[in-house]
């Protein structure tokens, strides 16, 4: 008889109707268990969980959508489901076997098992922190290097912006410009946040965009010559000041708009001219779009990772029973790198 384990896991209670998460829309059930055996004649993978990744897209999933989304909205009373890393504690799939870590997206629970594993990628490199693969060697890591390589076309010299530069995706789409020899400033929400993009990461300049009265004033101050590449995280007036400080043929690869997820309506951009004017090329990405570029991606970062040419923070908070202040503490802008939860050491 195959053992069976308790299962401490994330659900989600209801959706949610306006504003960001809070701690009580979530509820951590410690009465579930789990057969640690996958279910015979398929081909799923049963994990133990080690690592969640909290990300803002996840907001997105907790609300209900009338029209069909570009992930799929949770389910109120259902575990939560995100990136995670884990171990093979067993399986009937020819890709994956017992002791193989791998990452993709897993259960908010101790235990996780997958019966649909297109989205389940096993870790080839072994050789550097696992949590990595929840943030950079994981879908964040190649967000960055897809919307800044593929969709912003730079060139050695020009000048790129990043907005919520500290974060799992900005941090390293900063330091993918430097090695490609741009300059560089990030915008973000606190003095800590700007000390650590200047000293930490190398960007050339940083601002705290709380403390700018005026964002059109403080780009044009930063770039004086114009913004070539805008890589676009917050939305609303950031994009607006963007907009006008951006020089002719500028990119700008859409990422996300953390700015516009908790209003109930959205905030209009008044700048849009200037994509005419400037010949500006504005687009939108989804990664998922470039999965066949993943290996590509994860030997070149693993590369920076162990000649020194990429530095990395995370924020860790531990146990799983700590996941849902965690992902609430994201839109508050508390954590401070990659935000992830350590739901077990082995």
Known sequence: MAEVR?????????????????????????????????????KAVLLKTLYLSCDPYMLWRMRKHDEPSFV????????????????????????????????????????????????????RYTDVPLSYYTGLLGMAGFTAYI?????????????????????????????????????????AG??????????????DEAFNYKKEPDLSAALKRLFPEGIDIYFENVGGPMLDAVLINMRTHGRIAVCGMISQYNLEKPEGVHNLFYLVAKRIRMEGFLVLDFLHKYHQFEEIIARYIKDGKITYVEDKAEGLENAPAALVGLFAGRNVGKQLVVVSHE
């Open 6 to 42: 308790a299962n401490k896991k994330v659900v989600l209670k209801d959706f949610i109707t306006a504003g960001f998460p809070k701690e009580s829309d979530m509820e951590v059930v410690t009465t579930d268990t789990v057969r640690l055996k996958v279910p015979e004649g398929s």
């Open 72 to 123: 799929p909205d949770f389910v109120p009373g259902s575990v939560i489901t995100g990136f995670g890393v884990g171990k093979v504690v067993d399986s009937s799939h020819p890709d994956f076997k017992v002791g193989d870590f791998v990452w993709g997206m897993t259960g908010w629970e101790e235990y996780s098992l997958i019966t649909e594993t297109e989205m389940l990628f096993k870790i």
């Open 147 to 187: 919307g800044f390589h593929e969709i912003s076309s730079p060139k050695k010299g020009e000048y790129v912006f990043v907005s919520a530069a500290s974060g799992a995706v900005g941090q390293l789409v900063g330091q993918l410009a430097k090695l490609m020899g741009c300059y560089v400033v990030g915008s």
């Open 190 to 203: 606190s003095d800590e946040k700007v000390n650590l993009l200047k000293n930490k990461f190398g960007f």
